[in-house]
């Protein structure tokens, strides 16, 4: 069956980095697009970032637009998030979502999810 | 506040019917049909529930419908479990390749 089981998260510095990873198994990962959201402690559901099946394109949301980047690696069935120069407000459990096809423009529904991976970010 | 409009909590009865509703604009939930729903357990991730405004899953309950009126979609739970209490969030496609949540909706069954 589809897992996606996310790593990295963790505690770390306003101004500071991180990386995010996302290991998949049972499905052919090069064939789907994948996403991030993230849900911050007690809030809804935020959409991050898409990227293609083979990373041609990718797609950000307004607050982490220009800080945060999406990639994958298909030979290792990962996807990541680097994610720099956090701030406060990004403190969320991510997770990472298959998307029903190859990563279209149209954003439209994610399944599954993974467990999720929580980073706190705090001085 | 968030981008699509859904109440705070609802309840009901078990063996009831109830609706969320999830309350957008043209630009995302009545310009497509890319509105999908998701229920999601305290500490569990989110499951996909509706997608396309009313299909379901394979494996979701019949019990689970979605609908699209205008600006404005629904879930609809029919005969209410224990086992759906739950928060439920909505989601739609939004013009310039974005995508926009609910604030999500706490259900109780009495």
């Known amino acids: 069956q589809v897992q996606l089981v996310e790593s990295g998260g963790g505690v770390v510095q306003p101004g500071r980095s991180l990386r995010l990873s996302c290991a998949a198994s049972?499905?052919?990962?090069?064939?789907?697009?994948m996403h991030w959201v993230r849900q911050a402690p007690g809030k809804g559901l935020e959409w991050v970032a898409l990227?293609?099946?083979?990373?041609?394109?990718?797609y950000y949301g307004d607050s982490v637009k220009g800080r945060f980047t999406i990639s994958r690696d298909n030979s290792k069935n990962t996807l990541h998030l680097q994610m720099n120069s956090l701030r406060a407000d990004d403190t969320a459990v991510y997770y990472c979502?298959?998307?029903?096809?190859?990563?279209?423009?149209?954003?439209?529904?994610?399944?599954?999810w993974g467990q999720g991976t929580l980073v706190t970010v705090s001085s | 506040q968030s981008a699509l409009t859904q109440p705070a909590s609802v309840s009901g009865s078990p063996g009831q019917s109830i609706t969320i509703s999830c309350t957008g604009t043209s630009s995302d939930v009545g310009g497509y049909n890319y509105v999908s729903w998701y229920q999601q357990h305290p500490g569990k991730a989110p499951k996909l529930m509706v997608y396309?405004?009313?299909m379901r899953p394979s494996g979701v309950s019949n019990r689970f419908s979605g609908s699209k009126s205008g600006n404005t979609a629904s879930l609809t739970i029919s005969g209410l479990q224990a086992e759906d209490e739950a928060d439920y969030y909505c989601s739609s496609y939004r013009s310039s390749s974005t995508l926009v949540f609910g604030g999500g909706t706490k259900l109780t069954v009495l």
């Open positions: 396309d405004v009313s």
């Open positions: 049972g499905f052919t990962f090069s064939s789907y697009g």
């Open positions: 979502a298959k998307d029903p096809g190859s990563g279209s423009p149209y954003i439209n529904w994610f399944d599954p």
């Open positions: 990227i293609s099946y083979d990373g041609s394109y990718k």
